[in-house]
């Protein structure tokens, strides 16, 4: 949306009105009062005012196209194309390429290319996009095997969270008849894959190693996880390539609203509040662009405000199912969007935080946050050699820029955009959690000894 042009458009006529009215004193001040409005937000001097960001087609996408549509970028001075990326890979090779200024991505995507793993390059995010907002599903065959190893309550609907043990007798059976486990993710340093991974250790079962020769993380595994673009989730789990796998929205929705699949799972169940994507560009950009890496940031902290209101959800689900972004159906977007979210078909469960943008510091990049994707990659031999703990809080500070976003928001207060009580006062680390689905507790300060907690996995 053209906001410069809407409240021109805006302006005009109310001064027209008031002068017909006869008014002079009184229209001066209304045109004042509306000009001020219009002029709420004080642009800094912009480096390069033309932008193209890129995103992959998911729920999580949101605050990239509602800072567009509802013009908080055009209030910065910024004017933004948002493109839709093939995957993964191609996403994170734009970035580094300088194609695209920034993008939607995986948190841990930039930490890998930080801390030795694939594609090496400089990356810096100075937003998280959202907590929460992936599931796993299985397909319709392996729900029915599950089924009854999953406890009832009194109306005989499923008990969740659903762990993973009620999965194990199914993958045995698969081995027993020698036919291998298959499941998908969407990247090898994907919230998915760890999460997957987690959800299936803490249930025994092993979900494979990765070492220099094996990148597809199948060393010993019981379950052999591979790769798949979101979108191509539900397509790929029909045609029986797969058994199940861990995505975001909409893509478990879509498997209910087709009748393929069954979510088991969300990943606000295997870790509550967890940090999901976020927002990148490379650390040169940042630095030869300082100002315009922080009205970026504004911008997307106003869009996840937006979007945590309950009231703004329907309109947000209006503008994600628009082809150029989301383009699923508005009733699959709207299934976990508006505060509840579908399991096997017609168990539809109220679920509020199931999508966060704003609440709880969502947008803020928590060091805490980014050590955790380290201790995951040190977990599952991506990162091959044990490091100390002073390694993983030096190695994140380069990359997570809890910086850019302070000033961001501190400006966003000075404006009235958003609460002083909104900014955490923090040294950027969360107090240790155990919100695991394995009663695991989590302290960044302590990433060897929550490494060292783990049954399953390296051990540093």
């Known amino acids: 949306m053209k906001t410069l042009i ?4 805006y302006i005009l006529p109310v001064a027209v009105l008031l002068f017909a009215c006869g008014g002079k004193e009184k229209k001066k001040e209304a045109v004042e009062e509306v000009a001020t409005e219009a002029s709420k937000t004080k642009q800094l001097a912009i480096e390069k005012p033309q932008l193209t960001f890129g ?5 999580d996408m949101a605050p990239l196209a509602i800072a567009k549509e509802k013009g908080f970028f055009e209030d910065e001075g910024l004017f933004v194309s948002v493109e839709a990326q093939s995957n993964w890979k191609n996403v994170l090779d734009r970035v580094i390429d300088g194609q695209l200024d920034g993008s939607h991505m995986l948190a841990g995507q930039p930490i890998a290319a930080g801390a030795g793993f694939g594609r090496q390059a400089e990356l810096v995010t100075p937003f998280s996009m959202d907590l929460n907002g992936n599931g796993i599903t299985v397909s319709n065959d392996v729900w029915s095997k599950m089924k009854p190893n999953v ?3 009194a109306d005989g609907k499923p008990i969740h969270p659903i762990k993973a043990e009620a999965l194990k007798p199914v993958i045995d059976e698969y081995k027993s008849n020698g036919k291998a486990f298959k499941m998908g993710m969407v990247f090898p340093v994907s919230t998915h894959n760890y999460e997957i991974r987690y959800w299936l250790a803490a249930a025994g079962i092993h979900p494979g190693m990765y070492t220099a020769e094996n990148v597809q993380g199948q060393i010993d595994a019981e379950v052999l996880l591979s790769v798949t673009p979101p979108p191509q989730m539900p397509a790929t789990l029909e045609a029986g390539t797969i058994y199940g796998y861990c995505v975001g929205e909409p893509w478990n929705q879509q498997a209910v ?5 069954v979510p088991v799972t969300t990943n606000y169940d295997i870790w509550k509040n967890n940090p999901e994507k976020v927002f990148v560009m490379t650390k040169k950009f940042v630095e030869d662009n300082p100002n315009t890496a922080i009205a970026v940031t504004k911008a997307l902290i106003r869009a996840g405000k937006w979007l945590d209101d309950p009231a703004n959800r329907a309109e947000a689900v209006k503008i994600l199912a628009m082809s150029q972004y989301v383009g ?4 699959v977007l709207a299934n976990s969007m508006t505060g509840t979210f579908e399991f096997e078909k017609g168990d539809k469960r109220s679920m509020p935080d199931f999508n966060v943008f704003y609440k709880y510091n ?5 060091y805490s946050d980014g050590i955790w994707f380290l201790t995951q990659m040190r977990r599952w031999g991506q990162i091959p050699e044990a490091k100390p703990a002073d390694w993983y ?11 850019i976003w302070k000033k961001a928001a501190d400006l966003l207060v000075a404006e009235g955009q958003i609460p002083a009580g909104d900014v955490p006062t923090t040294d950027g680390y969360k107090p240790a959690t155990a919100d695991f689905i394995d009663g695991t507790t989590y302290d960044a300060k302590d990433p060897i000894g929550y490494i060292n907690s783990f049954k399953i996995g390296n051990k540093d």
Not at 362 to 366: D, G, I, N, R
């Open 6 to 9: 809407k409240k021109a458009i």
């Open 257 to 261: 609203f087709k009748g393929i699949g």
């Open 55 to 59: 995103f992959i087609k998911l729920t």
């Open 328 to 331: 699923a159906p508005e009733a």
């Open 393 to 403: 809080a030096s190695t994140i500070k380069d990359i997570y820029r809890p910086d």
């Open 151 to 153: 406890p009832k309550d």
């Open 362 to 366: 969502a947008t803020y990049p928590f």
